[in-house]
Structure formats: C-alpha cells, structure tokens
Nanobody, 127 residues
C-alpha cells in the first residue's frame, strides 16, 4: 500500500521560495511515476510537475516552468518540489501523488491517472 505525506507549505511573499516535501512509504520510488498537483479554491486540480519512475524524465506545467523543479531522493523515499519566484497565483493546496500503475513509460497530466494521494499542504503567496 502506497502512503504519501506532504509537508513544507506555508505563507510566503511574492518572489520568495518554498520547498515542499513528500514522504513516500515502502517501495514507491523507483516503481511509480510521482507528481505534484495543486488545487486553488473554486478551481479544478491542476498538474504541476512529474517525474518518471526511473528518474530520467521530468515534466513541468508551462505555468511553473523555469520556477519549480521536481526531484526525488530514492534512498530516503522523498519527493520534492522546489518553488522559486513564487507568485500570488501559485496559492493553492499542493498534493503529492503516485501513478495508479507501476512502471508506466510516460507522465500523465490527468489526475484520474493517479491512484495514491497525500493529504495536501497549503501554500499561500502574498502580494
């Protein structure tokens, strides 16, 4: 059973940085594609960034490209989202998720493709 727990959210001024962490249980990393989604009030859950199970490929949404970076530490079963140059429109609850299938060859942007979710962590960016 895959279990995920996010941390690292908070309140930051525009232009600032945060690093979100996601602790994954057991044999998750190196087997499942891992992603970050976010959901702002009144909006649909939105793909932010993903990393393929082998660690060789990442994908970032256009809205965060050049500012956010996803990475993993397989030794410690951690997934990270480094967020720089934050903007007020980045305000949302951020979720870590694992693919619903093992070893898939591509990163999907649809939330239905992910079967395991953390509880989320709030990020608020003030202007």
């Amino acid at each position: 059973q895959v279990q995920l727990a996010e941390s690292g959210g908070g309140l930051v001024q525009a232009g600032g940085s945060l690093r979100l962490s996601c602790a994954a249980s057991g044999r998750t990393l190196g087997r499942y594609n891992m992603v970050w989604f976010r959901q702002a009030p009144g909006k649909e859950r939105e793909f932010v960034a993903g990393i393929i199970w082998s660690g060789g490929t990442t994908n970032h949404a256009d809205s965060v490209k050049g500012r956010f970076t996803i990475s993993t530490d397989n030794t410690n079963n951690m997934v990270y989202l480094q967020m720089n140059n934050l903007k007020p429109e980045d305000t949302a609850v951020y979720y870590c998720a694992a693919d619903r299938k093992l070893f898939r060859p591509r990163i999907y942007s649809a939330y239905e493709e992910y079967g395991y979710w953390g509880q989320g962590t709030q990020v608020t960016v003030s202007s």
